[in-house]
């Protein structure tokens, strides 16, 4: 009889186990990211209160990287109190384009939260992209857009001396002006952090004894803190926007820097000014100096800076300005049009007298370009800086120009096609195909022409008229994108005579 019960707890326990096991397998093998698609997208988004949807490519290899972590936060966000969704969509499928289209998908990944069924949209998250991050990015926006401020404890807790936080100080939590200053913090919670308060005196800096209503920007540089006591919500941002940048950015690969996104964005028209210094120079610490005395001279102008020291992890930088290391220290200027400027190897006596000449409309524009080709015999015709007015806008001939990099796979697979094309026009004298080295050669005209990844294709009209070529890369998709817009006399092309059987006649 023992024996049997023992064999009874045995079977009890291996049962026991399985379905441990079992829930456990299931549990692993659940994905928590939601599914959308043209067909979905509106009814499960109307549903949510709150949905944080991924727009994505499969083919992006950043969207690759992602995947895991967002699923993996997905699932820590799913046992939160209160769960949050998260949902996918591939905004590259055809069906689906008219998804990103409306939403201004501009680029892959990119994370948007919904809230109130659809009806609200942030701005596009652009922080980090593990999940520890996303859960943390994701919780916050789950609470309120401001934080009631009680005591000086609560202060410490909730604000980071390392970033920026914006507190509205009031007699008492209600009229206009407090309401304006809610809406201000909904508006802006995916950049900034709000909290309010109705004692100064619990606040780590700026005058204790005012009793507002008031807004003040605590900040981690330059002055430290700001007041404002307009309570007009565009009044508001405006403050925002113009008080919380720094006289100077200090670069940094940290992809949740705010301040080094807003230099780089589109959005920031500014003349961009940039220092790079190797602090084992001698000069570095006075010429710093005079660079931050100037910045600080010209702040809330019409110049953004930017400071950069020579460590391995900034190097990135002068690749993306197309800069050599040996012309460091250096002082790098790129105005809104695209034209540049360079001071290399500079004296601290020279930082001064140099951007004064530049200020003044002296210094020359620097300009990168290889040598006019003495041969360009090939079918696709090489263009460089230098010739690119000649050969482009000024030949009168229909031009389709590729913008490419020596190293991108893309491109080289791109190569043979174009050479293709390119035999199809030979007897053509008003079709020109043509290839661009990037890497080599400033792009002219950079704010007509956006290269933002290997290969860009644009069409230039004989009558100036500028089109993003962005079809199929087949020998037939581009003959009949060329042929479509070209505006002098059409010619019978040749779609099956390929480099091969051309050689053979």
Same mark, same amino acid.
């Given at each position: 009889m023992?024996?049997t019960?023992?064999?009874?707890e045995?079977?009890l326990?291996v049962?026991l186990?399985?379905t441990?096991?079992k829930?456990?397998?299931?549990e692993?093998?659940?994905e928590?990211?939601?599914t959308?698609?043209?067909?979905n997208?509106t009814d499960?988004v109307s549903k949510y209160?709150?949905?944080?949807?991924?727009f994505?490519?499969?083919?992006?290899?950043?969207?690759?990287?992602?995947a895991?972590e967002?699923?993996?936060?997905?699932?820590i966000l799913a046992?939160?109190?209160p769960p949050?969704?998260?949902?996918k969509?591939?905004?590259f499928e055809d069906?689906?384009?008219?998804?990103?289209?409306?939403?201004k998908i501009?680029?892959?990944p990119t994370?948007?939260i919904?809230?109130?069924?659809?009806?609200?949209?942030q701005?596009?998250?652009?922080?980090?992209?593990?999940a520890?991050?996303?859960?943390?990015?994701?919780t916050k926006?789950?609470?309120p857009?401001?934080?009631?401020?009680?005591?000086?404890?609560d202060?410490?807790?909730?604000i980071d001396e390392?970033k920026s936080?914006?507190v509205?100080?009031?007699?008492e939590?209600?009229?206009?002006?407090?309401?304006?200053?809610?809406k201000?913090?909904?508006?802006?919670r995916?950049d900034?952090s709000?909290?309010h308060? $109705?004692?100064?005196?619990? &606040?780590?800096r700026g005058?204790?004894?005012v009793?507002?209503p008031?807004? =003040? @920007?605590l +900040?981690p540089f330059?002055?430290?803190?700001?007041?404002f006591?307009?309570f007009?919500l565009s009044?508001?941002?405006?403050?925002?926007?113009k008080?919380?940048?720094p006289s100077v950015?200090?670069?940094?690969?940290?992809?949740?820097n705010p301040y080094?996104n807003?230099?780089?964005s589109?959005?920031?028209q500014?003349?961009?000014?940039?220092?790079?210094?190797?602090?084992?120079?001698?000069n570095?610490?006075?010429l710093k100096?005079?660079?931050?005395?100037?910045?600080?001279? $010209?702040?809330g102008?019409? &110049?953004s800076?930017?400071y950069?020291?020579?460590e391995?992890?900034n190097? =990135? @930088?002068? +690749?993306?300005?197309k800069?050599d290391?040996s012309l460091v220290?250096?002082?790098?200027?790129?105005?809104s049009?695209?034209q540049?400027?360079?001071k290399?190897?500079v004296?601290p006596?020279?930082v001064v007298?140099w951007?004064k000449?530049f200020l003044?409309?002296k210094?020359?524009?620097?300009?990168?370009s290889?040598?006019i080709p003495q041969e360009?015999?090939e079918?696709?015709?090489?263009?460089v800086y230098?010739?690119?007015q000649?050969?482009?806008?000024?030949s009168g001939k229909?031009v389709?120009?590729e913008f490419?990099?020596?190293?991108?796979g893309h491109c080289?697979?791109l190569?043979?096609?174009l050479d293709?094309?390119?035999?199809?026009?030979e007897?053509d004298p008003?079709?020109?195909?043509?290839?661009f080295d990037?890497?080599?050669n400033?792009?002219?005209?950079?704010?007509?022409?956006k290269v933002k990844?290997?290969?860009?294709?644009?069409?230039i009209?004989?009558?100036?008229?500028?089109?993003?070529?962005t079809g199929g890369?087949t020998?037939?998709?581009?003959?009949?994108?060329i042929?479509e817009h070209?505006?002098?006399e059409k010619?019978?092309?040749?779609?099956?005579e390929s480099p091969?059987?051309?050689?053979e006649l």
């Amino acid at each position: 009889m023992a024996l049997t019960l023992r064999g009874l707890e045995v079977c009890l326990v291996v049962v026991l186990l399985s379905t441990i096991c079992k829930i456990q397998a299931t549990e692993e093998g659940k994905e928590f990211v939601i599914t959308l698609d043209h067909s979905n997208f509106t009814d499960v988004v109307s549903k949510y209160d709150f949905i944080f949807v991924e727009f994505y490519a499969p083919s992006c290899g950043f969207c690759k990287t992602l995947a895991p972590e967002y699923e993996k936060a997905a699932s820590i966000l799913a046992k939160h109190d209160p769960p949050a969704t998260l949902a996918k969509v591939n905004a590259f499928e055809d069906v689906n384009k008219p998804i990103a289209k409306l939403y201004k998908i501009r680029g892959y990944p990119t994370l948007k939260i919904f809230r109130n069924g659809g009806k609200i949209v942030q701005k596009e998250y652009n922080g980090p992209r593990k999940a520890d991050d996303l859960v943390k990015y994701v919780t916050k926006q789950l609470g309120p857009a401001s934080i009631e401020i009680k005591t000086a404890d609560d202060a410490a807790t909730i604000i980071d001396e390392n970033k920026s936080f914006i507190v509205g100080v009031f007699p008492e939590f209600s009229g206009e002006e407090y309401e304006n200053f809610i809406k201000l913090a909904e508006n802006l919670r995916n950049d900034h952090s709000f909290g309010h308060t $109705l004692d100064a005196k619990v &606040l780590p800096r700026g005058d204790l004894s005012v009793k507002g209503p008031i807004i =003040r @920007l605590l +900040k981690p540089f330059d002055e430290l803190f700001a007041d404002f006591e307009d309570f007009d919500l565009s009044a508001m941002e405006k403050f925002i926007e113009k008080e919380d940048v720094p006289s100077v950015v200090v670069y940094s690969m940290d992809p949740g820097n705010p301040y080094i996104n807003k230099f780089f964005s589109e959005a920031n028209q500014n003349t961009k000014v940039t220092m790079i210094l190797d602090f084992a120079n001698e000069n570095a610490i006075a010429l710093k100096s005079k660079y931050y005395d100037i910045a600080q001279l $010209l702040k809330g102008g019409k &110049l953004s800076f930017l400071y950069s020291d020579l460590e391995p992890n900034n190097e =990135r @930088l002068l +690749k993306f300005s197309k800069l050599d290391k040996s012309l460091v220290p250096l002082i790098y200027i790129q105005k809104s049009g695209g034209q540049k400027y360079l001071k290399a190897n500079v004296e601290p006596d020279q930082v001064v007298p140099w951007f004064k000449k530049f200020l003044d409309g002296k210094v020359e524009e620097n300009v990168k370009s290889q040598a006019i080709p003495q041969e360009n015999n090939e079918p696709v015709k090489v263009v460089v800086y230098k010739n690119f007015q000649d050969m482009v806008f000024n030949s009168g001939k229909e031009v389709l120009i590729e913008f490419y990099a020596p190293w991108c796979g893309h491109c080289k697979k791109l190569a043979p096609i174009l050479d293709e094309v390119a035999i199809s026009y030979e007897k053509d004298p008003n079709v020109l195909i043509a290839k661009f080295d990037a890497t080599a050669n400033d792009i002219p005209s950079s704010e007509k022409f956006k290269v933002k990844g290997y290969p860009t294709m644009y069409f230039i009209s004989s009558t100036k008229q500028i089109l993003k070529y962005t079809g199929g890369r087949t020998k037939e998709d581009i003959v009949n994108f060329i042929e479509e817009h070209r505006q002098t006399e059409k010619t019978t092309i040749s779609m099956g005579e390929s480099p091969s059987s051309r050689d053979e006649l």
